[in-house]
């Protein structure tokens, strides 16, 4: 078990990506603080699981990741809870797909502020413990559209490209303690965020459901597979193991080949 008597924060964990690395933590001994939206039962249904299936204290913080002093306040609580921020994960994450001339302002502000600056405020409120322990682990679920763009993803993909380079410097600042920053690049995962933008698409580029699917998500991606989240997972715990402790300042691509093209 890597992650015996450690803390491991992962935003956005209340479905998803999210989740499967916050039940993979879980699986290692990390407890854990969950965030997000959902319904109720739902959530306390996940976080009950956590504890009952590995044993460990799990936390669910409600953090509005557009809200930087509910960012602040949710590390806080983490630290004062169960001593010690060790792992953070930046993960929350929300897409929007339309044209630039009519992608509505509020849209853009708020992509912005999930997907790029809650990861800031995270890591600022979060990297001081890690350097007093000299340990910590940083993981940012980029994307591939952080290396590479796609039409109509305007506000994701600056945010996405945005992640990736707060990582890179995130990650010579704190290379001197210990303390890794990476990002997870995914290609397309099988998740409700996936499934949530097939209407939107339709609507946008005049296609089927099957179209989408076929001739615009696995398009892009010569496996022609969905990137399972338990892949994702696996990743992130990896990127926690001693083994990993060289790896900082990488984008690690795990897209099916995509961003080979
Ligand atoms: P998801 O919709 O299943 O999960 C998103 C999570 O973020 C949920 O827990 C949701 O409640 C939370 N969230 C949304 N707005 C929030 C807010 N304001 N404050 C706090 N939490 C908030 O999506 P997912 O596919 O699991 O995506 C997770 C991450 O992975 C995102 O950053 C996404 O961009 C990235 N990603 C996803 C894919 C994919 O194909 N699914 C590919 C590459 C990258």
Redesign the pocket.
Known sequence: MTLKSKTALV??????????IARGFAREGADVV?????KREDIEKARAGIESEFGVRAHHS??????PEQIAAMVRDAEERFGSVDVLV??????FVSAIEEFPAEKWE?II???LS?AFYAMQAAIPGMKRREWGRIIN?????SLVASPYKSA?VAA?HGIAGLSKSAALELAPHKVTVNCI??????????E?QIPDTMKARGLTKEQVIDDVLLKAQPTKE??T?DQ?AALAVFLCSDAASQITGANLSM?GGWTAQ
């Open positions: 935003t956005g964990s209340t479905s998803g990506i999210g989740l499967a969950i965030n997000g939206f959902g409600d953090a509005d990741m557009t809200r930046n993960n929350a994450g929300i897409q708020q502020a999930i997907n809650s679920t980029a994307s591939a559209h994701y996405k690049s995914p290609g397309y995962v099988w998740t409700p965020l996936v949530a969905f990137v989240v994702v897209d």
